[in-house]
């Protein structure tokens, strides 16, 4: 299923936007409707050792090249020399910066702790200034089975979920997804992937020094001095803001870029209820992240961040999603999705059982990235406001079809406009009784907060990674899952979907 988006212009550096390099997630699979014969009922029985390779070929990235022909369609480069596709099944990856080598990342078929067959449940990303893709690992604890053979691993295992309650059957063919057999194995993925698309001979690369949770979004920009600070959302309920500004500048040869995200200092958020907020950094030795807190080392920090930022009280958030700079504004824009779970509230998470979701805007102080203070408001929150109960805020203009709920991925125009996708899963009905899209919302001047509908999804879909070409003339979008989630609820259809009603009907 694609998930997110990314548009690396040809020739490299060009800016051009009449070919280029799509990167594309494929976030995961829905094997009751990607195998005939799938039974709901014992989906344990289905799977075998080539079943369960298709999946895991399923899985990953790709990078394809497009262009656009004189009639102004575009059109898939079948031929070209950058198409590539990377999955957890056979593209080898490295691990690098500070937890790469760790004991916590060796294994069986990988004792040295520096070489990952594959990446997973890949969400959304970003492009950075020299040409590269960052791909999030988010939630990699599906892919999980069998009983952990580490003690020392219990919690941080718990801490993620692993092994997943949806869990994918690929440890019982594929040992190291098996903890049982390989307990330290979870500690290699929930990473942030960097891909040169432009050689395809490359290897990725996880980048340790960017922290290990459910990534959801690597979007970035430079801060005022020219380094790198890439934004990071955590996407669960409760979970928290990340902030990684690099050690180094970005350089204008993008060979000398190569290490860049393997030192700097990774940040998390804590919001105060007065609109003032703070990056706290997660460092080792620093705010009781040491040895009597049980972290021996930064590795340690990296490895297990979830818990460090407990440590450091930052603020726990209704499921962080895509995280966006905006040039135009100088500001950034958090998608907080929706948080079925929460009870008690504060100011920036302000309604319990949220179902619609918010839309977090922050002022870096001074306008730069590398602050570590920070201003913050919420631009909407998300639901109809023709139902005063639900506590919805929209510019007036806003119309019937123009609100949204659950908003999940983002990109930003040269206008300063923030382009919202939704994802309600399957609980759309619930949230807004409509399918998800795509949405364009004014962040600035008299029309602040005011939405507006520019393309619908089929009903059981999501709508993610928009990202327009340079010059903003074309705007791609990825359409996930259509009629997986959430069919029984609609109309005229009142079923779940199945191989055979997607694949041999009429």
């Known amino acids: ?37 799938y039974p709901p009922d014992d989906p344990a ?50 691990l690098s910066g500070p937890a790469a080598g760790h004991p916590r990342l060796r294994t069986g078929e990988d ?29 990699f604890n599906f892919y999980f089975v069998g009983e952990n053979a580490d003690p020392a691993e219990t919690e941080n295992h718990k801490r993620l979920g692993v092994p997943g309650s949806r869990s994918y059957p690929w440890g019982y063919f594929h040992k190291r997804f098996n903890i049982a057999a390989e307990p330290r194995e979870p500690n290699r993925y929930g990473w942030v992937v960097e891909v040169d698309p432009l050689d395809p001979a490359s290897t990725p690369v996880k980048r340790t020094a960017l922290g290990r949770f459910k990534h959801e979004g690597c979007e970035n920009a430079l801060t005022g001095d020219g380094r790198l600070a890439v934004y990071m959302g955590d996407d669960e309920a409760d979970e928290y803001l990340y902030k990684f500004v690099t050690a180094a500048k970005a350089s ?7 290490s860049l995200l393997d030192e700097g200092t990774l940040y998390v958020a804590r919001f105060e209820e007065d609109g003032t907020g703070a990056w706290i950094p997660l460092v080792y030795g620093e705010n009781g992240l040491d040895e009597a807190n049980g972290f021996s080392s930064q590795a340690d920090i990296l490895i297990e961040t979830r818990r460090a930022a407990d440590l450091l009280r930052a603020t726990p958030l209704d499921r962080p999603e895509d995280v966006t700079p905006n040039d135009a504004t100088g500001k950034v824009y958090v998608a907080l999705t929706n948080s079925k779970e929460r009870t008690e509230t504060d100011a920036v998470n302000p309604r319990s059982r949220n179902l619609w979701g918010q839309i977090v805007e922050i002022e870096p102080q001074d306008g730069d990235h590398a602050s570590t203070a920070f201003t913050w408001n919420l631009i909407v929150r998300c639901g109809d406001p023709a139902f005063p109960a639900i506590g919805a805020e929209w510019h007036p203009d806003t119309g019937e079809n123009g609100w949204f709920a659950c ?6 125009d040269a206008k300063g406009r923030l382009w919202v996708a939704t994802d309600q899963g399957s609980g759309w ?11 364009a919302l004014a962040t600035a001047g008299d029309k602040r907060g005011t939405a507006r509908q520019i393309f619908r999804a089929p009903i059981g879909a999501e709508v993610c990674g928009p990202c327009f070409t340079p010059d903003g003339t074309t705007l791609f979008v990825a ?18 979907s199945t191989f055979e009603g997607v694949h041999k009907q009429p």
């Open 407 to 412: 908003p999940d991925n983002f990109t930003a």
């Open 45 to 94: 029985s289905f799977y075998t050792r080539e079943i369960v390779d298709i999946s895991m070929a399923a899985h990953g990235g790709s990078i394809i090249e497009v262009a656009r022909t004189a009639d102004g369609r575009w059109q898939v480069v079948r031929d070209s020399e950058y198409n590539r596709r990377l999955t957890p099944l056979a593209t080898e990856m490295t």
């Open 429 to 439: 009905n619930a949230a807004s009784g409509s399918a998800d899209g795509l949405y």
């Open 111 to 139: 004792p040295a702790g520096r070489r990952v067959i594959g990446t997973v449940n890949n969400c959304a990303g970003g492009i950075t200034p020299w040409g590269t893709w960052l791909m999030s690992e988010e939630n």
């Open 479 to 496: 359409v996930q899952h259509p009629g997986a989630d959430g069919t029984k609820n609609f109309k005229a259809f009142e079923r779940a």
């Open 252 to 258: 204008g040869n993008r060979r000398e870029n190569a």
């Open 1 to 37: 299923r694609p998930s997110g988006s990314g548009f690396v212009p040809l020739p490299a550096g060009s800016g051009a936007s009449d070919r280029g390099l799509l990167c594309i997630h494929h976030e995961y699979t829905n094997d009751d409707l990607m195998f005939p014969d």
